[in-house]
């Protein structure tokens, strides 16, 4: 089993030290502003902590992350990036339920970024990345029609706790860790485990 501990940042640290953008913390989206959180807009249940209702196989929860709203009318190419430098520690590809995990570490420690209905992944697992270059995209009008509207967004989370390791699947190579996404049951669970990524943004932009 694949663990947070076992990915070693030295690496990571090296290749940016030539970097201009090192330690340059920026919203994830297209923006004439990436230094501020105006430009986010979310959906109407996107926000964070709200109690999302029991549905089937699934117990009710608290919303972990934020629902981001496309920023244009780019229905092709809309870019979605990483927040920060970072280095790809778990990638998923099937379908509207596409996610990367990115893992970061600033003067205040590591904490994970998550970014979950993306299409068009440009990273691999294992690869730097930082905050100038897309990281995917939003998925465009023939992923809507297939998988449905209701993705037309990007779920956003910041975790305070490393990923949960998982079991070797076949079906998802790639996919090494999982966050706490369906698990938070209370307010505690909540803010043990994630930030308020708005906040958090806010705070460090």
Same mark, same amino acid.
């Given at each position: 089993?694949?663990?947070?501990?076992?990915?070693?940042?030295?690496?990571?640290?090296?290749?940016?030290?030539?970097?201009?953008?090192?330690?340059?913390?920026?919203?994830?989206?297209?923006?004439?502003?990436?230094?501020?959180? @105006?430009?986010?807009?979310?959906?109407?249940?996107?926000?964070?902590?709200?109690?999302?209702?029991?549905?089937?196989?699934?117990?009710? %929860?608290? %919303?972990?992350?934020?629902?981001?709203?496309?920023?244009?009318?780019?229905?092709?190419?809309?870019?979605?990036? =990483?927040?920060? $430098?970072?280095?790809?520690? =778990?990638?998923?590809?099937?379908?509207?339920?596409?996610?990367?995990?990115?893992?970061?570490?600033?003067?205040?420690?590591?904490?994970?970024?998550?970014?979950?209905?993306?299409?068009?992944? &440009?990273?691999?697992?294992?690869?730097?990345?930082?905050?100038?270059?897309?990281?995917?995209?939003?998925? @465009?009008?023939? $992923?809507?029609?297939?998988?449905?509207?209701?993705?037309?967004?990007f779920h956003f989370e910041v975790l305070k706790v490393a990923p949960i390791p998982l079991q070797k699947d076949r079906t998802k190579p790639e996919r090494h860790f999982s966050s706490y996404t369906l698990v938070c049951y209370t307010r505690e669970d909540l803010r043990k485990y994630f930030h308020h990524?708005? &906040?958090?943004?806010? $705070?460090?932009?």
């Open positions: 089993m694949i663990t947070v501990s076992n990915i070693s940042l030295c690496v990571l640290l090296s290749v940016f030290s030539l970097s201009s953008d090192e330690g340059k913390l920026l919203i994830p989206l297209k923006a004439i502003d990436r230094s501020s959180t @105006n430009s986010i807009v979310l959906t109407a249940i996107g926000e964070f902590g709200l109690m999302r209702k029991e549905r089937p196989g699934i117990p009710a %929860h608290y %919303h972990t992350g934020i629902d981001i709203k496309r920023p244009s009318d780019n229905y092709i190419s809309e870019p979605i990036f =990483s927040i920060m $430098e970072g280095v790809v520690i =778990s990638k998923r590809t099937d379908g509207p339920y596409a996610q990367l995990i990115i893992e970061h570490q600033d003067e205040r420690g590591k904490f994970w970024t998550l970014y979950e209905h993306i299409a068009g992944i &440009e990273v691999e697992l294992y690869q730097p990345v930082t905050p100038d270059r897309p990281i995917a995209r939003f998925m @465009n009008t023939m $992923e809507l029609d297939k998988y449905g509207w209701q993705f037309d967004h990524p708005l &906040e958090f943004l806010s $705070e460090r932009l």
